[in-house]
């Protein structure tokens, strides 16, 4: 009697769980609670992807900021020497205009150049970046300031050269340091071309590189 009851009874489970208005429960059940949870993991690693694909895009824009302000340095100090050659009497004049205008122009990039990656490490956690990222950011951050040392020290360079109290027009010296300064600021930007585009790399989401 015991095992007729309890074929019955398995024979009656099979059946509820066979009709369609349970399958139809069971779906409506799981996608109650499923569809919900894939939503927000799609919708989250869509953002993480809009994040990077930011990131990346910004890093190499702040990079260009800092070219170009030191671009700007160099350029008052080739053209401060072009007009005091052209007119080697009111040179004083120039000068003092040059000091007031790379005050301002290297205040500019001091403002920027030093800050603006410092938090990249930090960055690449909270986009979850893969495991490691954050030490090598870190290396390529120091590589980076270090390029931004150099630069500085060539513009050095020009203002001990050009504000000297005895700067002379037309001294051959004058265009040797122009000259020397150029290449070295032109190598030392695309070194810094070189860090950026790695660290915008690292920041691009799989399958956007």
Not at 137 to 162: G, P, S, T, V
């Amino acid at each position: 009697m015991n095992k007729v009851q309890s074929d019955q009874d398995s024979k009656w489970y099979f059946s509820v769980w066979k009709h369609p208005l349970t399958v139809l429960l069971v779906g409506a059940i799981l996608s109650y609670l499923l569809v919900p949870w894939i939503s927000e993991k799609s919708a989250h690693k869509r953002l993480l992807q809009e994040q990077r694909v930011n990131k990346a895009c910004d890093i190499l824009k702040q990079g260009l900021i800092d070219d170009e302000q030191l671009n700007s340095i160099q350029t008052a100090f080739k053209i401060f020497n072009k007009e005091a050659v052209s007119d080697p009497k009111s040179y004083k004049t120039a000068q003092a205009e040059l000091k007031s205008s790379f005050a301002k122009l290297y205040f500019e990039f001091d403002q920027h150049g030093w800050w603006w990656d410092n938090d990249l490490a930090v960055q690449s956690k909270l986009l979850e970046l893969p495991s490691g990222s954050k030490s090598a950011i870190e290396e390529l951050h120091y590589a980076y300031k270090n390029n931004l040392l150099e630069a500085a020290r060539q513009l050095d360079l020009l203002r001990a050269q050009f504000f000297a109290k005895d700067y002379k027009p037309g001294d051959p010296h004058n265009a040797e340091v122009i000259a020397a300064t150029n290449k070295a600021m032109t190598d030392l930007a695309t070194a810094r071309g070189a860090i950026t585009s790695q660290l915008a790399y690292m920041f691009m989401p799989p399958g956007r590189t």
